[in-house]
């Protein structure tokens, strides 16, 4: 398996422009997350899905985030309009179970200017 | 809800000797899982090794082990005859207890001295 594709690897953007990252997760896993790294706050777990149902979003820092699944192969973060603040490295991961190894993704680096 | 602790926020060792990374953790679960990941520059996130909280038996693999103290809520990893290669940030996180995404610790860098 080709291990969890995440894209662009390297986005730079204007602040306000909408920005839409995309995951595929390693086949056969039903669970899908969402992570935010910063300097300041390190690995924040931003939402994660179950069978392609959206499970908790409390991680979700403003309704600029939103994040979609809308089928097992296939999930976006989307930041609208996008801010400086949200400069970070995005990962995704996938799960075949809960609570157990997640296989993280190559993460997308935001920079918004 | 779970916090992780890693108190050492850079660590520097020889090539061939051994270091020990520390972490404590908070949970008021008692089904959960820790485990420790190794991000190299390459910002890659790669798993070094697991440890269910309902086994006795610190986990093991290779060079890498775990010492983990439940009472105390302290899960440290050893990495013996260190490498080169062995360079790299060490989270520590965990699992569990209806929290199914990981919660991160703040990593330590490791640096090997050749």
Redesign the interface.
């Known amino acids: 398996d080709a291990g969890v594709i995440q894209s662009p690897r390297h986005e730079v953007t204007e602040m306000g422009q909408e920005v839409t990252l995309r995951c595929k997760p390693i086949s056969g896993h039903d669970?899908l997350?969402w992570?935010r790294q910063t300097m300041m706050r390190?690995?924040?777990?931003l939402i994660?899905f179950?069978n392609n149902v959206p499970?908790?979003d409390s991680?979700m820092p403003e309704d600029r985030f939103s994040a979609k699944m809308p089928n097992a192969s296939f999930s976006t973060l989307k930041i609208q309009p996008s801010e400086p603040r949200d400069s970070a490295?995005y990962?995704c991961?996938s799960?075949p179970q809960?609570?157990?190894?997640?296989?993280?993704g190559?993460?997308t680096?935001l920079t918004v200017l | 809800a779970q916090t992780v602790t890693q108190s050492q926020p850079e660590m520097s060792v020889q090539e061939a000797e051994t270091v020990t990374l520390s972490c404590t953790y908070d949970t008021s679960e008692s089904d959960y899982y820790l485990f420790w990941y190794k991000q190299p520059p390459s910002r890659q996130m790669i798993l070094v090794i697991r440890q269910e909280a309902y086994k006795q038996q610190n986990a093991t693999e290779n060079r890498f082990s775990v010492n983990f103290q439940k009472a105390a809520k302290s899960f440290s990893l050893k990495i013996s005859d260190s490498q080169l290669g062995d360079a790299a940030m060490y989270f520590c996180a965990s699992s569990g207890g209806g929290a199914d995404g990981l919660t991160f610790g703040k990593g330590t860098h490791l640096i090997i001295q050749p």
Do not use: K
């Not at chain 1, 390190?42 to 777990?45: A, S, V």
């Open positions: 669970y997350f992570y390190g690995l924040e777990l994660y179950n499970i908790d991680g490295v990962f991961a799960s809960p609570y157990n190894e997640q296989f993280f190559p993460g680096r």
